[in-house]
């Protein structure tokens, strides 16, 4: 079982919706991480949250915002979305200090979005 | 900057045979490295970590990794697979303040 929880499990959006994808942590983790993974690629870094603030942006289209609402919440929200962002989206979460600079990540079982 | 190189994208063994998924790390300070596995439609889970403490580090599901400085590798081994092994692995790095590379992933199959 995961500590780290995403819903939806699957989400089908046109390009015209806004829609958001959620994740909870109850570890007491302070670093949140939204990465996005496509078929047979490795997971892609798209944002991190340190206490709550963003520290990374990895040059993210604006079509997607990210939202740390508390230190166990992470939100990502959609809008005009293209079909080329059909991904499985994944939250991750990490200790802030020495856990940060080691790595190690916990994560969620993925989000996956497809856009029509 | 980290970088790594997991050789062969895809790796078959039969159920009881050993395995080994190779990975080649470059990294300009003492590297932190993680094999992660990921099972079909589902998040990554790690596997083991090296954070300098020994060099042989044992994970769950009978894996082990030995971190080898001369040779920049670290690669992964279990002495005989299981049909439940079959996932796609990450090999990871990370050093520093740097953010964490993942490789491109070996894909394990496990045949009966």
């Known amino acids: 079982d995961t500590e780290v929880t995403q819903t939806p499990k699957h989400l089908v959006m046109g390009m015209t919706n806004k829609k958001s994808l959620k994740c909870e942590q109850h570890?007491?983790?302070?670093?949140m991480y939204w990465y996005k993974q496509k078929a047979k690629k490795p997971p892609e870094l798209m944002f991190v949250y340190s206490y709550e603030k963003l520290s990374i942006n990895e040059s993210v289209p604006s079509r997607f915002s990210p939202e740390c609402p508390n230190s166990s919440l992470l939100n990502l929200h959609l809008h005009a979305l293209q079909p080329e962002d059909s991904a499985l989206y994944l939250c991750?979460?990490?200790?802030?200090?020495?856990?940060?600079?080691?790595?190690?990540?916990?994560f969620g079982e993925g989000s996956r979005l497809t856009v029509l | 900057a980290q970088s790594v190189t997991q050789l062969g994208s895809h790796v078959s063994v039969s159920e009881g045979a050993l395995v080994l998924l190779r990975c080649n790390y470059s990294s300009s300070v003492p590297p932190y490295l993680f094999w992660y596995v990921q099972y079909p439609n589902q998040g990554l889970q790690l596997l083991l970590k090296?954070?300098?403490?020994?060099?042989l580090v044992k994970g769950i599901n009978g894996f082990e990794a030995e971190f080898k400085k001369s040779e920049t590798s670290f690669h992964l081994t279990k002495p005989s697979a299981h049909m439940s092994d079959a996932a796609e692995y990450f090999c990871a790095v990370k050093g520093g303040s740097e953010k964490l590379v993942f490789g491109k992933g070996t894909k394990l199959t496990v045949n009966p």
């Open positions: 570890m007491g983790h302070r670093a």
């Open positions: 991750a979460s990490s200790q802030v200090g020495l856990a940060l600079i080691t790595g190690e990540l916990f």
């Open positions: 090296y954070t300098s403490a020994a060099t």
